[in-house]
């Protein structure tokens, strides 16, 4: 049986389920209409979820911190095995299957809160001089950045790469480096575009192709019809024509951002934007009370940071401004492994954000 004190209650963060727990009902809402069986599925993701965010919630972080380490380069082992016994879906190789029970998992899901973890508990126990990082610290920590994006690029999955990379200097940048070193890297990035363009694989090459050409691809042309037939206020469930005869596809993930405008309108995009923007604002603005822990610190900033690359893309690839990746909206999207992945996250944070004034976790007891 667990008993936890009242007084932890105190420091738990309620604004975050209220800003969430919104987003996940309308989520929950559009996939019923589109698909009743996919979303029978949700509810079993939405428990998964609630069980992974308790489990991280009740974890005693802090006096298993020596652990993280060692997480970290578990992760690193499965996304090195996925080369050679990884399984293979729909052109890439991202998956391990459990055996005798024909599971499968996902390495560079697992690789998000680890690797978050593990820039936490790296910036805690060497923190930033008064002048930010200089070259040596940076490169340090430049090398658990880049290892996992490089071998997730190599399944390949380049988006999933991009976002450790943006997460992972985002959150130096904001904990603080050397100025000197952010521009020469802004002059590298430059110099050897045209390099890494042609390193990519012919897929790749592909949708930024179709995102830099005139005419805009199918699933993009299909978006901007769903998004401009919903007007203001949306159509009624049996009118939302775009995506229950199929036009719009994968309607249920990659695009229920444009399903959403179809359904709700404008309007329903914007308080759903709204809410994303609140809860990012909210995150960052937690930096200000967490001066002196740095591993928290570091924990705020990245979920903040992640979720603002997954809906900014997310939304900018239905409108055709950016080219169409795997990058679903955060709680939104239908899917269990981002469903997971963030509520994970979520849990992670809250139990830093709870018991940061009780750090031995003397509040929490757990009988048998």
Same mark, same amino acid.
């Given at each position: ?16 389920? %209220? ?27 939405? #428990? ?12 005693? %972080? ?8 060692? !997480? ?28 005798? &029970?024909? !599971? ?19 910036? $805690?126990?060497?923190?930033?001089? %008064? ?41 130096? +940048? ?38 830099? #050409? ?8 299909? #978006? ?10 949306? $159509? ?29 309108? +404008? ?63 955060? +709680? ?31 509040? &929490?007891?757990?009988? !048998?």
């Amino acid at each position: 049986m667990i008993r936890i004190d009242r007084r932890i209650l105190t420091h738990f963060d309620f604004v975050q389920p %209220i800003l969430i727990l919104p987003i996940i009902i309308l989520s929950y809402i559009l996939v019923s209409e589109a698909n009743s069986i996919l979303s029978n599925k949700q509810l079993i993701y939405f #428990s998964i979820g609630l069980l992974a965010f308790t489990f991280f919630f009740l974890l005693p %972080i802090r006096r298993l911190e020596w652990l993280i380490p060692a !997480f970290y380069w578990l992760c690193i082992a499965l996304l090195i095995s996925v080369d050679i016994f990884g399984v293979t879906k729909l052109g890439a190789k991202r998956w391990l299957e459990i055996p005798f &029970v024909h !599971f499968t998992i996902q390495p560079s899901e697992i690789m998000k809160p680890s690797f978050l973890l593990m820039m936490a508990y790296l910036v $805690k126990h060497r923190p930033p001089g %008064i002048n930010g990082y200089g070259l040596k610290d940076f490169l340090r920590l430049s090398i658990y950045i880049i290892l996992p994006a490089f071998l997730i690029m190599k399944e390949p999955d380049l988006g999933t790469a991009l976002i450790l990379i943006i997460m992972g200097y985002a959150i130096l +940048f904001i904990i603080g480096v050397n100025k000197k070193i952010w521009l020469s890297i802004a002059a590298g990035i430059v110099i050897l575009a045209p390099l890494i363009y042609e390193n990519l694989h012919d897929y790749q090459k592909k949708r930024i192709n179709d995102f830099l #050409s005139e005419e805009s691809s199918y699933h993009v042309r299909q #978006s901007i019809v769903a998004i401009g037939s919903g007007g203001l206020t949306g $159509k009624p469930k049996d009118e939302a024509t775009q995506t229950h005869f199929k036009f719009l596809p994968i309607a249920t993930s990659d695009f229920i951002f444009s399903y959403t405008i179809e359904r709700f309108g +404008f309007l329903g995009a914007f308080t759903l934007m709204m809410f994303y923007g609140f809860l990012i604002t909210h995150l960052l603005s937690l930096n200000y009370g967490l001066k002196d822990d740095y591993f928290t610190q570091v924990v705020t900033t990245g979920i903040g940071i992640l979720i603002f690359i997954y809906v900014s893309v997310n939304i900018m690839m239905t409108i055709g401004f950016a080219p169409v990746v795997g990058i679903p909206l955060p +709680f939104y999207s239908y899917g269990g492994s981002s469903f997971v992945t963030f509520l994970s996250l979520f849990g992670i944070l809250q139990n830093l954000l709870t018991f940061r004034f009780d750090p031995t976790y003397r509040f &929490v007891k757990i009988k !048998f």
